[in-house]
């Protein structure tokens, strides 16, 4: 891999027990920006993640056992060592998985934001005293952590996923066993080398690679000494995990598939509006759970918008994240882009109109044009599917009643987004909308101090804020008699 100063952060075996796991099998990770092989990473094997949960189940009670102090400590050495080296774990990120390296950049200090958050966090993690029902009586509620913690996380955040997750689990006393997805395993390993440098006891934090996703994710979520799965993904696997997590009735959270609306009301700042739908639709070229999904732009100002939109939209540079001044990098795979654009043809057929973009993008084999679509309706294929690229659809919508419909016209509710002027409306709307989040006037909305999660099929579950630590913890209510005597 290219310009990596702390050579030991470009790992090729899974971490187990707190040691590197080698294997005969090998596969191969390409950088999407070139299709040239970077590395072979080593595949565990389903052998590998029995002994990752094995490793994690040894070790449950004596992290379990320590202070939140004691964790604390240990999570803040690995947040520190995670920023002083962020250059690096942001290029290995922009090499395998193809965001700009700026951005790439912006995942790693996100990702450690959770790491500085709970390791304070988990100093606060609060039981109760409950007025009892007898003088001789007295009602406690504690919290304790829940187990062994197995994760599937998703390619397009191959860090930030990882650490937003670990970090609630072992600030709550958990040891935690990931399986990263295979395009994008280096940086996860990468997270390893970092956690042991950190002082993350073995066992603790485990990091398994290989290719069957089928079969290491039926062993993780079926595994009876897994006490707690949680999953980001698209919806449709998720249901897999859930169903197959029943079987040992596991507590489980899902972080699933989004059609985030971005309503543009007649009264909005159109310049922030368009600051915002740029800022929240292109980043990591369209492919995140919470981009905005379907531009929902009030009659009076849809002209106006959409003009504004394209010229903000010229003005982007797309390219290989390695390169300077890039602004969106490419697909993560071919297959990918020829889906978003099989989504754009099936919605010209259906009536829309290309306004900019709608092609691939010569910067390369997996790269497509930043787009725009008006003349969109909530029916056609680009507005009912999650898009995963760079593409807007605009619709236009009558009146404020009309807008919230639409908006919440979908199976999915993670993530909304809109931008008005009127305080009245904020709460309206901000109430009305059928989503987890809601980002007013703002088109960035994620931060470690927030609960981050969704509704309906989008999943459930909430990582980050003071929420984030109840995932990874059961209540235990003890009642004690015989005070009085």
């Not at 390893?192 to 006891?201: F, K, R, S, V, Y």
Request: hydrophobic share 40%; glycine share 10%.
């Amino acid at each position: 891999m290219e310009a990596i100063q702390y050579s030991s952060l470009v790992k090729t075996q899974s971490y187990i027990n707190g040691g590197w796991h080698s294997s005969n099998q090998r596969f191969p990770i390409f950088n999407p920006a070139n299709q040239r092989c970077l590395l072979e990473v080593e595949d565990c094997g389903l052998l590998g993640v029995e002994q990752a949960i094995e490793a994690a189940k040894a070790a449950q009670k004596s992290w379990a056992a320590k202070s939140a102090n004691e964790r604390g400590s240990l999570l803040r050495a690995w947040y520190q060592l995670i920023l002083q080296h962020q250059d690096d774990l942001a290029r290995i990120l922009t090499q395998e998985q193809g965001k700009p390296f700026a951005e790439a950049k912006g995942e790693i200090g996100y990702g450690a934001a959770f790491l500085d958050w709970f390791a304070e966090e988990g100093k606060r993690c609060y039981g109760d005293v409950i007025p009892a029902p007898a003088g001789d009586k007295r009602i406690i509620v504690v919290k304790q952590p829940v187990g062994v913690v197995a994760a599937v996380t998703p390619w397009n955040f191959p860090n930030a996923m990882i650490a937003r997750k670990a970090a609630a689990a072992l600030a709550a006393g958990c040891c935690f066993v990931v399986r990263p997805a295979q395009l994008t395993p280096i940086s996860a390993l990468a997270l390893a080398q970092l956690a042991d440098d950190a002082g993350i006891p073995p066992g603790v934090f485990n990091v398994v690679v290989g290719e069957d996703a089928k079969g290491m994710g039926k062993v993780l979520t079926e595994s009876p000494d897994v006490a707690k799965f949680t999953f980001t993904g698209s919806t449709a696997v998720g249901k897999q995990l859930i169903a197959q997590c029943a079987s040992t009735v596991k507590k489980v959270s899902m972080e699933l598939g989004g059609n985030a609306p971005f309503v543009v009301f007649d009264d909005a700042d159109i310049d922030a509006a368009v600051q915002g739908a740029i800022a929240s639709k292109y980043r990591n070229a369209g492919q995140t759970c919470v981009c905005a999904n379907r531009f929902l732009v009030q009659k009076g100002v849809y002209q106006q918008f959409s003009e504004k939109f394209a010229e903000a939209l010229s003005k982007l540079k797309v390219g290989d994240g390695m390169q300077a001044n890039i602004d969106i990098g490419p697909m993560i795979s071919e297959q990918a882009k020829d889906t978003v654009h099989q989504l754009v043809t099936q919605s010209i057929d259906a009536g829309a109109k290309v306004l900019c973009g709608g092609q691939a993008n010569e910067a390369g084999q997996q790269f497509y044009q930043p787009t725009i679509m008006t003349d969109v309706s909530n029916d056609m294929p680009i507005a009912k599917n999650e898009i995963f690229g760079p593409v807007a659809p605009l619709i236009m919508f009558e009146d404020e009643q009309q807008g919230i419909e639409l908006a919440n016209d979908t199976e999915y509710g993670l993530a909304a987004y809109f931008y008005t002027r009127d305080i009245g409306r904020v709460w309206r709307v901000g109430e009305a909308l059928e989503y987890g989040m809601v980002g007013i006037n703002e088109g960035i909305i994620s931060n470690a101090a927030a609960p981050f999660g969704g509704i309906k099929q989008s999943g459930n579950g909430r990582e980050g804020s003071h929420y984030g630590l109840d995932d990874y913890t059961e209540i235990k209510y003890l009642c004690m008699g015989g005070v009085n005597s």
